[in-house]
């Protein structure tokens, strides 16, 4: 399989620039040979905003950036895109505008056939997953389905949090949540994607990188830490 | 209009017991006249565990409990009841179930229509308003639709947060949440229901009671904040 894949977790790290503690991976990524990168900015509301920022950074590493939604025929520009990212913001916005264009299984095609490389943060990660059960955003719009781009066989959460014991907050944890998920049958492993991590997937190879652990969910099991560096291979083979 | 409703943002308050802090409030609302409550326990995993801790502080204040997953009927059982209370949990779940039971329509009839008092706390009162769409939970399941019983013209954010300025996490905070929400076209209100304060309604009149302040966010208006007590009404009249 030709896929490549680089899931960041958060598109701005606390202190840093936009996509700043991730470019040196960006730039890995997409390497030398892609010179255009198609932006999808649907997860905002202010596209043409959202398209500014991104240009400006990719830019500045070396890529010309064009906004699909400036694309007349957007499942046309997928079909031409050299590399695809897709932004965060709110995933329930993105996934069903991204069924409303019909991009769903162009983009799938695009990636796992063709090799197109593919880069999400944070809501553009959750939807190259097998679905958006596991994002942390408000469902402000109703998506056909929460079926996703299925990039990979699991499910990540972005932005992991681990519970504060100092806080007097009583809504449900991040691992309580994740947790209620997993008592429904049948459901994917999830991985927690702390600010600051990303998964890269280059064929049936997973490899964690950045600055902090990430932490798997899988049914029925303990979850489980994860070092950066870490082989994560064996999540790409679950469901086989 | 009969209605008669006490939506709660949170069912256990920071270093007290499950529904202690609105115990008071639960017998005014309740009184002498209702004997019997009917609980809906669909938001959690385990019914029969999440039945017997709702029966025993019921039973504290004076109340037997039937619980619907005891039921053979679920609809049977709705028309017979004398008063609702829907627990917290998973929204998503908790909507999913009641469509699957055929209870939305026949709960909102037996409410608005035969002045069956409607207690809910955190996602039992998510579903009380328009839609879910402002709910805080992790979309385990995919429901019919994000549309809800509509016992009030506006939507509710329970456990409202404000935002913490030491947190160096990066996710948006929950008015930006709300503030997506109202950027999509004819969004009602939404009711920012921090942890210890709740909405008595009686007919067209609605009063915030509890210990903390609520946050309300209306489409193309600033966010405007209400002290216990205040008078609520005007929300009751919206959309008409
Ligand atoms: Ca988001
Ligand atoms: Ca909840």
């Given amino acids: 399989m030709k896929r490549r894949l680089l899931l960041v977790s958060n598109s701005t790290l606390h202190g840093g620039g936009y996509l700043e503690h991730c470019q040196q991976e960006i730039q890995e990524f997409f390497?030398?040979?892609?010179k255009r990168i198609l932006f999808v900015p649907y997860a905002l509301h202010d596209r043409d905003a959202y398209a500014k920022t991104a240009r400006g950074k990719l830019q500045s590493l070396g890529y010309e950036v064009d906004s699909i939604h400036e694309a007349s025929d957007p499942v046309?520009?997928?079909?031409?895109?050299?590399?695809?990212?897709i932004g965060g913001g709110n995933t329930f916005r993105l996934l069903k505008t991204l069924y409303d264009h019909n991009l769903v299984s162009e983009i799938q095609k695009r990636v796992l056939q063709d090799g197109v490389p593919y880069m999400g943060s944070s809501a553009g990660t959750n939807v190259s997953t097998v679905s958006i059960n596991t994002t942390n955003d408000m469902p402000i719009v109703y998506p056909?389905?929460?079926?996703?781009?299925?990039?990979?066989?699991?499910?990540?959460n972005p932005h992991y949090l681990d519970h504060n014991p100092q806080s007097k907050h009583m809504g449900e944890t991040?691992?309580?949540?994740?947790?209620q998920y997993h008592e429904e049958p049948d459901t994917p492993s999830v991985l927690g994607l702390r600010e600051?991590?990303?998964?890269?997937?280059?064929?049936?190879?997973?490899t964690l990188l950045g600055s902090t652990k990430a932490r798997l969910f899988s049914r029925g099991k303990p979850p489980t830490e994860y070092e950066p560096g870490s082989d994560l291979s064996f999540l790409l083979a679950e469901g086989k």
């Fill in 196 to 206: 600051g991590s990303m998964l890269l997937v280059e064929g049936d190879k997973a």
């Fill in 31 to 34: 390497g030398k040979q892609v």
């Fill in 144 to 156: 056909p389905t929460l079926a996703a781009i299925g990039l990979v066989p699991f499910n990540i």
């Fill in 76 to 85: 046309e520009a997928v079909r031409k895109a050299q590399g695809i990212f």
């Fill in 174 to 179: 991040r691992e309580q949540r994740i947790q």
